[in-house]
């Protein structure tokens, strides 16, 4: 059985039939419950004016995903973006995220909860801590509850917006639900992040890396020890709903990301080809 609660629309896609959510069963604490077996990959595309954000970016890490599972994809581009385009109608939303789950034989396409910070969040920095967990298959979406379950528990103990993975050497290698960047002391122009084979690539973060080359910035695939952190004077995440994020706190560390030069002109940088690809 899979079971979610991060609908936020009235109107579903089940295994290509629109459908209400008051139709479909739900569990004691209201998620939606949906009869599929095995495991289930998943994928969240951003919307802004009605237009998929890097749409074809977040497919092709979508067949990836089931390339690596070794399971067939049910649904192809060109039915996704129908589907994309129903459920923004029928629900009248332009500005929203469109999650699809299937587990090769079934899925469910719908409106999942979001969270677009407001521009504090990007001029203070947001609070974050770290936990020793590593996710299994890296490189592929594929929704797992105990994970999830954890990581919620942890950030709603810490009062965090993040959680920073750090794995049993002890290098920090991304966030729960984003990539993770760092500017190291005595470095402007430079930043680091962990190497594709340790993360689960982001689809922001490839922009990222290219709006570096634009602005040579020189980039660093080496990921940072838990212990180096006060070596580090900025740093910042990139993830679907959130652009480039910079971070205040890591645990008890403070640092000035908001301000730090580097961070600044990789922020305006990716506003700025946001607003260019989305206007109109």
Known sequence: ML???????????????????DTLKKNESGAIVLPFDGPVIYEVIRFINGKGLFLEDHFRRLENSFQIEGIENPVDLAAFKEYASVLLSVNEERDCNVKIMSTGKDFVVYLSKKFYPGPAYYEKGIRTACIQIE????????????????????????????????????????????????????????????????VLEGIMRQYVLDLCAQENISVKFEPIRYSALEEVEALFITGTSINVLPIAKVDEIQYNSPENSTVLRIMHAFQNYIDTITKG
């Open 3 to 21: 079971s979610f609660n991060d609908n936020n629309a009235h109107y579903l896609i089940v295994n290509s039939e629109l459908t209400g959510s």
């Open 135 to 198: 996710r299994p298959s890296p490189n592929a979406k594929i929704r797992r509850s105990d994970y999830i379950e954890r990581i919620e528990t942890f950030k709603q103990a810490n009062e965090i917006f993040e959680a920073l993975l750090m794995n049993a050497e002890g290098y920090l290698t991304e966030g729960s639900k984003s990539n993770l960047f760092f500017v190291r002391r005595g470095e402007p122009g430079t930043v680091y992040t962990a190497p594709r084979e340790m």
